[in-house]
């Protein structure tokens, strides 16, 4: 069954500066700046994340593209998800992207995620100030998929459903009339000689709906969920529910303190849950954004490499892979640094997560 699954890894491109950032952060920043200030708040904390084998990198340098790329080859991850960062025709992190288009050598399959929000200063946990607004027309909706369809799917490393390039839409219910951009995608990638797209959304902000309602061909179901059953501690808030959502909202609260979460008792709660064959699997590694949020920080504690593991290898024994069409398993993140979410070697686990992935696969779950 696992030569058929293809484990895709998340990507952020993050990770070298840009006039953006030096702008509204200081020269030179880029997400090693938060993940190198962390601090344990508590006993036992892992903080900070720092990187093991490939370092603190840049990912200008082709010999660290190369370098991610031959370690999740090694280690079963079939390709990247990129982040993909459009705002009205400006683009923001697209240089490595940019750069592997132009080396032959980064061979890895790659798709795209457009992380269509508005650029706030999430990097250090400030989301209610705004550094760039996310807008949509129709008009926009044409504009980027033209450029999607001339520069990214023509790209023959580019992943494909049956020959359709493969695009996934992080909120879709930030659009006006999203069954309408949809079909203003399709009918241009069909005009430019791309021919039908494979669209998908990410089940992220509490969106369940059927993706073929939609319009879209599947979905993603995006880890990590925050269920109250999995909180650790205690936060002041009297409604713990509203506190969760405020993790990853701009309203103000009252209370700022950060909420802890049993990645153990995380695990066996989605181990719960039913498998619907048109929603593609998520798994976390981990997850601390204590690096990035000044308050308001989501962590989970007692993630190790077993525990992923059996995880894993519950979703690879009993999802239906056999009604499923895309057999694409995702994986976040390969590199989410700052959220304390990565495969990449730390200097804790070392390779530890990267081999626990490939027994997995290679053993079916078993």
Known sequence: MSNQIKPIAIYLPQFHPIPDNDRWWGKGFTEWTNVAKAKPLFKGHYQPHLPADLGFYDLRLEETRLAQEQLAKEYGIHGFCYYHYWFNGKRLLHEPLDRKLKNPKENLPFMLCWANENWTRRWDGEE?????????????????????????????????????????????????????????????????????????????????????????????????????????????????????????????????????????????????????????????????NSARRKKNAAIFINSTPEIYGDWLGFIVKNFPWKLNNEKFLFINAWNEWAEGNHLEPCQKWGKKYLKITKENLENNGQ
Request: negative net charge.
């Open 128 to 288: 209610q100030e705004i550094l760039m607004n996310q807008e949509y027309s129709f008009e926009d909706d044409a504009q980027h998929f033209n450029f999607l369809c001339h520069h990214y799917f023509t790209d023959e490393r580019y992943i494909r459903h049956n020959g359709k390039p493969v695009f996934i839409i992080y909120r879709p219910k930030l659009f006006a009339d999203i069954n309408k951009t949809i079909k203003i995608w399709r009918d241009i990638a069909i005009e430019k000689g791309i021919g039908e797209m494979h669209l998908g959304y990410m089940q992220s902000w509490g969106v369940y709906d059927d993706p073929l309602l939609m319009g879209f061909d599947f979905a993603v179901e995006f880890q990590p969920v925050f269920p109250k059953s999995a909180i650790y501690n205690s936060p002041k808030s009297e409604n713990i529910l509203n506190r969760i959502l405020s993790i990853f909202t701009s309203e103000e609260k009252n209370d700022t303190s950060n909420i802890v979460f049993d990645y153990k008792k995380l695990v066996a709660i989605q181990k719960q849950k039913k498998f619907v064959s048109n929603v593609s699997p998520c798994l976390i590694p981990m997850w601390d």
